[in-house]
């Protein structure tokens, strides 16, 4: 038995220990894959103490929390990353986000996590968001590997009428979803989660995908969250972080159907958001530098961790360097499988399970060649370079003070940085005047990486697309 133990570990799988009397242990553990959509830096407790996040704080706190964990810097960018193993600038979904009447989607050619997993014997769920294409069927997410799903195509909508531009966003499998107009997402989707989990057979990984709404604007939420945090006096701030701890106690809640199904002792949690709070709708990301949308660490710098018992080292703060594209190929290693020659990620996992140095150096924050958000910013050890369009608001903004304070750091819209992470990770020095022969070789760096530029998929709205023609829903199958 030892034997058979030590080899499943040199191959990569991660090895279930002896199941426990009332546990459904399978050989391979059930991954359960968590993305807060918007989720600040300093919008969870165990970096703000003001936040009220019981359930994160403690999986953060018992596993590994990631301190440098890299995202893109808007949504669809790192869903591509996450799904596919490939910087987006790879890919084509470089460009902000996909919209909802554009004929945007990920090639068919790229092999999305799912349809991997399926291969090593996986059940593939996705409750939630997808954000990656659905103008025709062949890129939604059963036709991309998911065994069921249950959510909505676009980038966001109305938390109570499913709304978005005017059309209705919410699908069960292809089914459009009509029953749900005045009950909250987060409540219904979380239903979902557990009514799968109770209905997994036991003797079958499960790979559960969980790209929650929260806390992506709309700022709404039911008001007993709201009153957690009488004492913040803004509006909309008071309502985030009510959404914050919504998002909290729907994490408890499918952590807890998991224990009572008999899966939770081998089930590898990771948990990420998808890119820094928006500080537009009252996401905070103090003390890093900008948010949302920016090239700057608030960005891209993201709120991370893993939990689970096959974890070596736990209960500490990782400095590894890790990128979202890097999940990919982890979650792969971790179902006993490997990723394709050729991806931009890294299997992190043996830095996650024992904390051993990261296998990534260096890794890009976007490139992108269209007008206005022409760009390009890699980091390579500690040195960070962007060039072009940087993003605003660029300020250093604390949560308590949303109303008055100067979101605005004064630099210009298009310039050029050079910053030293490791001494200035909140982005305050621009080294570019000062280490000329560091910048040339940063911007030969980026150079080399800009040759392998693909065009950003970003075509016209297409009328086509409007959801009145199509029963009053967004819908596939006008592409």
Not at 96 to 117: R, W, Y
């Amino acid at each position: 038995m030892m034997l058979r133990v030590v080899l499943l570990l040199l191959t990569g799988t991660l090895a279930a220990g002896s199941a426990q009397p009332g546990s459904k242990n399978t050989t391979k553990p059930n991954i359960l894959f968590i993305v807060a959509d918007d989720l600040g830096w300093n919008d969870v407790g165990w970096h703000n103490p003001d936040v009220k996040t019981p359930v994160l704080d403690q999986l953060a706190q018992e596993g590994v929390i990631f301190n440098q964990s890299y995202v893109n810097y808007v949504c669809t960018p790192s869903r591509t990353a996450f799904m596919t193993g490939y910087f987006p600038y790879h890919v084509g979904s470089q460009h902000l986000v996909f919209g909802t009447d554009k004929p945007q989607a990920i090639p068919s050619n790229f092999t999305f996590l799912p349809e991997k997993l399926k291969g090593l014997g996986y059940a593939t769920h996705m409750v939630g968001k997808w954000h990656l294409g659905f103008c025709n069927w062949k890129y939604t997410p059963t036709y991309r590997g998911f065994d069921s799903f249950y959510g909505y195509y676009n980038g966001a909508e109305d938390y109570y009428t499913h709304v978005i531009a005017n059309g209705l966003d919410l699908r069960d499998d292809k089914e459009v979803v009509k029953t749900k107009n005045g009950q909250y997402g987060t409540y219904f989707f979380t239903d979902r989660v557990v009514d799968i989990v109770e209905k997994h057979p036991a003797d079958t990984p499960l790979f559960l995908y969980l790209p929650f709404q929260n806390v992506h604007q709309p700022l709404q939420v039911p008001k007993r969250f709201e009153d957690m945090y009488a004492s913040v006096q803004n509006e909309n701030r008071r309502k985030l972080l009510g959404m914050v701890s919504a998002l909290d106690e729907a994490v408890g809640n499918v952590t807890m159907a998991m224990k009572n199904a008999g899966l939770w002792d081998n089930t590898l949690v990771i948990f990420t958001t998808d890119n820094g709070g928006w500080i537009v709708a009252s996401g905070n990301n103090y003390p890093l530098r900008g948010g949302k949308v920016t090239l700057w660490e608030g960005g891209n710098r993201g709120v991370a961790f893993a939990h689970g018992k096959m974890l070596q080292k736990t209960g500490y703060t990782n400095n590894e360097m890790i990128h979202a594209v890097d999940w990919f190929p982890t979650i792969l290693a971790a179902a006993g499988g490997t990723a394709d020659a050729g991806i931009d990620g890294v299997s992190q996992l043996d830095t996650i399970m024992t904390g051993k140095p990261s296998p990534r150096t260096e890794f890009v924050y976007n490139i992108d060649d269209e007008f206005p958000t022409k760009q390009g910013a890699i980091r390579v050890g500690d040195y960070k370079l962007i060039e072009g369009y940087a993003g605003k608001p660029d300020g250093w903004i604390r949560p308590d003070n949303l109303t008055d304070t100067k979101a605005d750091s004064g630099d210009p819209f298009i310039g050029t940085w050079l910053f030293n992470l490791k001494d200035d990770p909140t982005e305050h020095h621009n080294l570019a005047d000062t280490m000329p022969d560091k910048l040339k070789e940063m911007q030969a760096k980026l150079a080399e990486y800009r040759k392998s530029l693909v065009p950003a998929i970003n075509p016209p709205p297409d009328p086509k697309s409007n959801p009145q023609d199509w029963g009053g829903a967004w819908s596939p199958g006008w592409c």
